[in-house]
């Protein structure tokens, strides 16, 4: 694993450091999830438990006690068992837990309600993240209950509820190195898997086989997985924003938009390309695409400790609201148009989002009802877009029908930012070049 065993040490003591005395933080693994009938979907790990112990497998708790004399990091996990592990693989056990994984103490999962209530009982406070699985809510709720069930015996309850994730989701949005370096590596390899596609597009391929294709460069580079739904969407499909049927045809004069991104030991990577599917852009595709392109491009100069969230959108806004007014699609006062939001109607989402484990990262977009303030270690999205409808009447319809979206992840520096998905063509020219010498290589 590119994440050690000593960066998970320490972002369980970072956690506990913030942690009340006479506290306890409990953290469920995730559920496997039923896909049809007997079969479940791929397991993934959830995000917080996965970035506290690095540990895989199911049917699995973690409880993190401050201060407990026979160790803080205490693991629930399946036990061995060889004749399942025959059928669904191989299993730590509470000796793998404690030997690989850094436990101090690990117990089988099935003795549990035994054994955690002990941990509870006399803790002042619990740090969980009540609502996220309403399961394992209700199984928390029992342990308590049957502490409360004994206080007449002199036991005494957790006396109050704090949200684990408030603590923990600040710690995950600032990336460690090694953490920067594993996205850098996904954001490389999607990037590979991006150029891939454009040099396999041309008329008549269906966005299913781009997905393939992209799905492949992941694979190979040991990405088994993406990070989210893979959208390719031609033509009109790609002013729905999230598109995943990418079952149509790719035609002679659209563009076409793929979003994709893979994950690579627990971490996402997120870009969106657009380009022709017969490798040159039409007048009217280069016109719009310019412009997203110098909205990006604007966005992301402004990128450094010290900005605050919203400016990078803002200055989207004011890129792509002038370019729309001097090509026609709006009409008015600049300043006016950006107020009364008119820009909307082909640009409705925003700048981007965080981006770690999660594609959609965790940790506060405000602090204290103030836009949050960028510092480095963070990493962003800056997806900049123009869609316009096929179906707007109030466009001349040269226009109508074209999707554009330029995506890349963005690491903060102390100086500034790194873009850690600049290796896939983005401007005009060098998407035209790859595309043309693609057709030629065909062409051999």
């Given at each position: 694993m590119r994440i050690t065993k000593a960066e998970f040490t320490r972002r369980r003591k970072a956690l506990m450091d913030v942690m009340e005395p006479d506290s306890i933080a409990i953290v469920p693994a995730a559920p496997e999830r039923t896909r049809s009938r007997d079969t479940e979907y791929l397991y993934r790990q959830d995000s917080d438990f996965f970035y506290l112990t690095?540990?895989?497998?199911?049917?699995?708790?973690?409880?993190?006690?401050p201060g407990r004399e026979h160790g803080e990091f205490v693991l629930f996990c399946r036990d061995r068992d060889p004749e399942r592990e025959i059928w669904d693989g191989y299993r730590a056990g509470p000796e793998g837990a404690c030997r690989e994984y850094g436990a101090d103490d690990a117990f089988p999962i099935d003795d549990i309600d035994d054994i955690l209530p002990g941990?509870?009982?006399?803790?002042?406070?619990?740090?969980?993240?009540?609502?996220?699985?309403?399961?394992?809510?209700?199984?928390?709720?029992?342990?308590?209950?049957?502490?409360?069930?004994?206080?007449?015996?002199?036991?005494?309850?957790?006396?109050?509820?704090?949200?684990?994730?408030?603590?923990?989701?600040d710690n995950r949005l600032y990336k460690s190195a090694a953490e920067a370096r594993v996205m850098a590596e996904a954001g490389e390899i999607s990037a590979r898997a991006h150029?891939?596609?454009?040099?396999?597009?041309?008329?008549?391929?269906?966005?299913?086989?781009?997905?393939?294709?992209?799905?492949?460069?992941?694979?190979?580079?040991?990405?088994?997985?993406?990070?989210?739904?893979?959208?390719?969407?031609?033509g009109k499909n790609?002013?729905?924003?999230?598109?995943?049927?990418?079952?149509?045809a790719l035609k002679a004069g659209d563009?076409?938009?793929?979003?994709?991104?893979?994950?690579?030991?627990?971490?996402?990577?997120?870009?969106?390309?657009t380009f022709p599917v017969n490798g040159a852009f039409s007048p009217e595709q280069r016109a719009l695409y310019e412009i997203v392109l110098a909205a990006q491009d604007a966005a992301t100069a402004i990128l450094k400790p010290g900005t605050h969230w919203n400016e990078p959108h803002e200055v989207s806004v004011r890129v792509i609201t002038e370019g729309l007014l001097q090509l026609g699609l709006l009409e008015g006062e600049l300043e006016t148009l950006i107020a009364d939001g008119a820009y909307r109607r082909f640009y409705m989402h925003r700048i981007g989002h965080w981006l770690g484990m999660?594609?959609?990262?965790?940790?506060?977009?405000?602090?204290?009802?103030?836009?949050?303030?960028?510092?480095?270690?963070?990493?962003?999205?800056?997806?900049?877009?123009?869609?316009?409808?096929?179906?707007?009447?109030?466009?001349?319809?040269?226009?109508?029908?074209?999707g554009i979206?330029?995506?890349?992840?963005?690491?903060?520096?102390?100086?500034?930012?790194?873009?850690?998905?600049?290796?896939?063509?983005?401007?005009?020219?060098?998407?035209?070049?790859?595309?043309?010498?693609?057709?030629?290589?065909?062409?051999?």
């Open positions: 690095g540990f895989h497998e199911p049917e699995a708790v973690l409880a993190l006690i941990l509870l009982e006399g803790r002042d406070r619990v740090y969980y993240a009540m609502g996220k699985d309403a399961n394992f809510d209700r199984q928390v709720m029992e342990w308590v209950n049957a502490i409360r069930a004994k206080v007449r015996s002199g036991a005494t309850p957790p006396g109050e509820f704090l949200d684990l994730s408030h603590f923990l989701h150029a891939r596609a454009m040099r396999y597009c041309q008329p008549g391929v269906m966005e299913y086989q781009l997905e393939a294709e992209i799905l492949h460069e992941f694979a190979m580079a040991g990405a088994r997985h993406p990070a989210y739904s893979t959208i390719v969407g031609g790609g002013c729905v924003l999230h598109y995943i049927d990418n079952s149509a563009l076409v938009l793929i979003d994709a991104g893979c994950e690579l030991e627990g971490y996402a990577a997120d870009i969106t390309r999660d594609v959609h990262d965790v940790g506060d977009y405000k602090v204290g009802g103030e836009w949050r303030v960028l510092e480095p270690g963070m990493v962003m999205t800056v997806e900049p877009g123009i869609y316009v409808s096929p179906d707007d009447e109030q466009v001349a319809k040269k226009w109508r029908g074209i979206r330029i995506e890349d992840d963005v690491l903060i520096t102390k100086d500034g930012c790194e873009v850690l998905t600049n290796t896939v063509p983005k401007s005009v020219a060098a998407i035209e070049a790859l595309m043309a010498q693609a057709a030629l290589e065909r062409d051999a």
